[in-house]
């Protein structure tokens, strides 16, 4: 399967302040999106996630590098016929209502008239929103203008959808709703690329994730390969036991109703755990192993850089 | 077709701004206010209706061209609605011109309903449709259609007051270049007289869009004269917007 996107060696910076100072924000970004995948594109608050989409999208002007979208250049109109983009906190044209707003965007796509009406209620409906079409976005709140601009980036029915922190102004509800249309667009065929800083959700949807930390692509590749298997420590709660004999055994976190968390990093201790709880009559309410999470990965990438 | 989305959504924008209608009613008021002027004149009445009441028409007229002319572009960008408009199929030459026909739309619309007011007053005070009068007004349609370019061309790369005050500036100065040309004759040839020349030439001359006296005082008005003004005022509509769409091209949208 081809590329959907290819950005090589992206580089920008900003010019700031009164006595013109550049800032670097990306810093050399290369990445491919192959077709037909989830790609989480992840990492902290200012480090690069927005601009690099916006380079993608043509808001901003890379100042080096080049970007291919559908084996085009990023730059033309033709290119961008087949990609929905939801942008970060979206902001709409307030004055219409969800149904307007939709068709505005479904007309700008050259959408048949005949064909509009039909495509619009399909997709309020997909995001939950067909009661909403009469209202003007005014009265919307953050969630709803959040899937409004899902149903927004879907309108042309494209091939590839740019996700700008699609799950923030969720309630939980929201968030599964949202990430099972993800699901379900990449069970259409659809390639989708997204940001996030919540780990847990590109977790669970994402085939393969890129962290970028200070303009820089850290680490690159399938989840499954990027966090290890190998088991980094044992959580085990107990109670019945005195806290001052298990402090030897492991890292005690904490004490609570009687129970004692306990982090164990020694394999072989954990039988000695076992041992000492049968010996004082306790007993054991749970064990835990865990392994290296996405989150283990994005701090480690962090504190690296 | 794309700019023709982007124009009707910008007039269905301005529409539904409170701001037009607060306008148009304060225009309405000071369009009917001349009649107490034409009270308080000596000598002909009617012809003080029409002047005061065409005056009203076209400093109205400006001022909403330049209110929501500086206005709307800053707004899709400090909104940042510019940022799904942009990732669509279309170029940002294609999103200027869409927000300028809306614009015109819009000021064709608003300048229609002057015209009925203005028109009607003046009906009340002749009992008959004067069609002449509908000269200044097509004259100051040519005149809006450049100052919405011009607030545009500054809503560009400045924010809503600036672009106002610039684009307010380019008005006045536009209405009384033409004194420059009376400064001119009265200077000696030389470098002087040539660098007022370039000055003159440079600036706007708005005059050539005000026949309100010649209509008011009945004098004849040559059919040429309509056709240099609509050249005029097309040919420097033309060079504003393309400008416009210099800076707006390779503007980054933070």
Known sequence: MGNVLVLDNVRKSFTLGFIPKKRPVLKGISFAVGEGEIFGYLGPNGAGKTSTIKCVLGLIFPDAGTITLFDRSHLEPKAKTSVGFLPENPYFYDYLTAAEFLDFYAQLFGVPKDERAARIGRLLKLVGMEKAARLPLRKFSRGMLQRVGLAQALVNEPSFVILDEPLGGLDPLGRREIRDIILGLKDAGKTVLFTSHILQDIEMICDRVAIVVDGRIRSIGRLADLISENVLFTEVTVSGVDRAELAPLGESLTAQAGRTLLKVYDEERIETVLTLVRERKGKVHALVPRTQTLEDLFVDAVRRS | ?254
């Open chain 2, 1 to 254: 077709m794309t700019v023709k989305v982007i124009a009707l959504n910008t007039f269905k924008e301005a529409v539904r701004d409170r701001v037009l209608y607060l306008l148009l009613f304060f225009a309405a008021l000071a369009i009917v206010l001349s009649r107490v002027l034409a009270v308080l004149t000596v000598g002909d009445r009617v012809k003080v209706v029409k002047d005061v009441g065409l005056a009203s028409v076209s400093f109205f007229g400006a001022l909403m061209a330049i209110m929501i002319g500086t206005g709307l572009v800053y707004k899709e960008i400090e909104k940042r609605t510019i940022f799904t408009l942009v990732s669509k199929p279309i170029r940002r030459s294609e999103f200027l011109l869409g927000k300028y026909l809306g614009l015109v739309l819009t000021l064709g619309v608003m300048l229609a309903a002057m015209t009925v007011i203005y028109l009607g007053l003046v009906f009340a005070h002749t009992l008959r449709f004067e069609a002449r009068l509908l000269l200044p007004i097509a004259f100051l349609f040519l005149e809006l259609i450049l100052i919405t370019a011009v607030a545009i061309l500054f809503s560009c790369f400045s924010t809503p007051i600036l672009s106002s005050l610039f684009a307010l500036s380019f008005y006045l100065i536009g209405h009384f270049s033409w004194s420059l040309e009376t400064l001119i004759q009265k200077t000696r040839p030389g470098a002087g007289r040539t660098a007022l020349q370039v000055v003159y030439a440079l600036l706007p001359d708005l005059e050539n869009f005000n026949v309100k006296t010649e209509v008011v005082h009945g004098l004849p008005i040559p059919a040429s004269l309509f056709l240099t003004a609509a050249g005029y005022s097309l040919a420097y509509t033309a060079f504003v917007l393309l400008l416009a769409v210099l800076i707006f091209r390779r503007r980054d949208f933070v």
